[in-house]
Each structure stands twice: as C-alpha cells, then as structure tokens.
C-alpha cells in the first residue's frame, strides 16, 4: 500500500528525474558536464576542510589524497566513484544527497569521481 513516502534509491524509476531537476543531467539522461564538474569541485572542496578536521596531522590528509589520487588513476569506471565513496566512509561522514543521487548514473559517477579526485588533488598541492 502506498503510504505517501517516495523511494529513496538512486537505482529507482525517479533517480533521472531528481539528477534532471538538479540540473546535473539533461532530460535525455546525459550528464551536464559543466554542471558535474562544479558539483565535484564544491564537494571536493568541502572534503578537504572534512579531512583537515579530521586528522590531527596535516600529513595524513596528504597521505590519504596521494593513496586516494593514485588508486583513482588505475580504477576504471565506475570504480573511481566507489573509492570516492570510501573515503567518505573512512571518516565516518555520509554522502551528500546530489553525491548519492549521482551514484545511480554511471556516467555522472565517472565524470563527478574523475573531477573530484582531480580537485582534491590539486588543492593538496596548493596548500
């Protein structure tokens, strides 16, 4: 019986019309790359100040991105988002809902983990 509540998978029938109106894909499925490529920046951005909060060290949160980068740059596909995912795990925070949502989309997993690992990079080195 339907009880008013709507599924909470990004696996669901309503997961492309979420990524739609959140501007991340177009209404054919494809994923907006520019659209991608600023959420893997603001969310890679705010990771990084998760991980400085985190650690004590500061060397650990460039040990932890050099592992994340490296591991990042022999996964293939859809890997690359999962190690992403991981890393959330490791310091016990949970993904934010666009992250969640884009989980479900392959395409805009792998260009949302290759543009997140690429930014948490390259604030490691400017720091």
């Known amino acids: 019986m339907y009880e008013g509540r709507r599924a909470q998978s990004p696996f669901d029938d309503s997961a492309a019309d979420r990524l739609r109106r959140m501007g991340l894909i177009d209404g054919n499925g494809k994923p ?3 659209a991608i490529t600023v ?3 603001v969310f890679a951005g ?3 100040d998760d991980l400085c909060d985190y650690f004590e060290s500061y060397e650990d949160v460039q040990e932890l991105i050099s592992n994340l980068s490296e591991s990042a740059e022999n996964a293939a596909g859809t890997q690359k988002f ?3 995912c991981l890393q959330y795990d490791a310091i016990y925070r949970t993904l934010p809902d ?3 949502w884009i989980s479900g989309n392959p395409v805009a ?3 949302f983990a290759a543009g997140f ?3 948490l990079k390259q604030l490691n080195q400017d720091r």
């Open 117 to 119: 690992t690429a930014h």
């Open 98 to 100: 666009p992250v969640w």
């Open 82 to 84: 999962l190690l992403v």
């Open 46 to 48: 705010q990771f990084f």
């Open 109 to 111: 997993a792998e260009l």
């Open 32 to 34: 907006d790359r520019d």
């Open 39 to 41: 959420c893997s920046c």
